[in-house]
């Protein structure tokens, strides 16, 4: 994923460049050929959620693992959905994925490190509050499936039944 991804967005009439360059430890972003870094609020994940203003409009560029997109005046552009701050993603869920690729990796190996990674970053794009609900229930699910997944294939992987 890593590259350029811009958008032209209208505001009052005029289009204005907008997009956001990724290397591979920091994120860049540009509007109408300025740039200024974005750094991801994650350690493990891509998360970013930077906001600009071109004339009084407000504009979000948002990149959560490979997703990314923009939202002007509070809707995003690919999907039409209202703008959520990724600043409302709970400590738990960004503790979470760690915690997966750990178990992940001592009980099943690179493939449960993997699987807990995956299982992780699909936890964290469901975490986030929709309408002001809590997605714990949700994400708990996800974790305890992972969780057991992990265990069993480690268990099965060592021969531990036999």
Same mark, same amino acid.
Request: net charge positive.
């Given at each position: 994923?890593?590259?350029?991804?811009?958008?032209?967005?209208? &505001?009052?009439?005029?289009?204005?460049?907008?997009? /956001?360059?990724?290397?591979?430890? #920091?994120?860049? +972003?540009? $509007? *109408? =050929?300025?740039?200024?870094?974005?750094?991801?609020?994650?350690?493990?994940v891509?998360?970013?959620?930077?906001? &600009?203003?071109?004339?009084?409009?407000?504009?979000? /560029?948002?990149?959560?693992?490979? #997703?990314?997109? +923009?939202? $002007? *005046? =509070?809707?995003?552009q690919?999907?039409?959905?209202?703008?959520?701050?990724?600043?409302?993603?709970?400590?738990?869920?960004?503790?979470?994925?760690?915690?997966?690729?750990?178990?992940?990796?001592?009980?099943?190996?690179?493939?449960?490190?993997?699987?807990?990674?995956?299982?992780?970053?699909?936890?964290?794009?469901?975490?986030?509050?929709?309408?002001?609900?809590?997605?714990?229930?949700?994400?708990?699910?996800?974790y305890?499936?992972?969780?057991?997944?992990?265990?069993?294939?480690?268990?099965?992987?060592?021969?531990?039944?036999?």
């Open positions: 994923m890593d590259g350029f991804r811009n958008w032209t967005v209208t &505001v009052n009439g005029e289009p204005h460049e907008v997009g /956001i360059r990724f290397g591979l430890f #920091r994120a860049t +972003v540009h $509007v *109408d =050929g300025k740039r200024r870094a974005a750094k991801s609020k994650n350690l493990f891509r998360v970013i959620d930077e906001d &600009v203003s071109v004339d009084g409009t407000d504009i979000h /560029i948002t990149a959560m693992g490979n #997703r990314v997109d +923009v939202a $002007v *005046d =509070g809707v995003y690919k999907t039409g959905k209202p703008y959520t701050s990724l600043a409302q993603i709970p400590i738990w869920a960004t503790v979470m994925v760690p915690v997966l690729m750990a178990t992940g990796l001592f009980s099943f190996g690179v493939l449960g490190f993997a699987l807990g990674l995956l299982a992780g970053i699909f936890a964290l794009h469901h975490s986030v509050p929709v309408l002001g609900k809590s997605r714990l229930p949700l994400c708990t699910v996800i305890v499936v992972t969780l057991v997944l992990q265990i069993v294939g480690g268990v099965y992987s060592r021969g531990w039944l036999q």
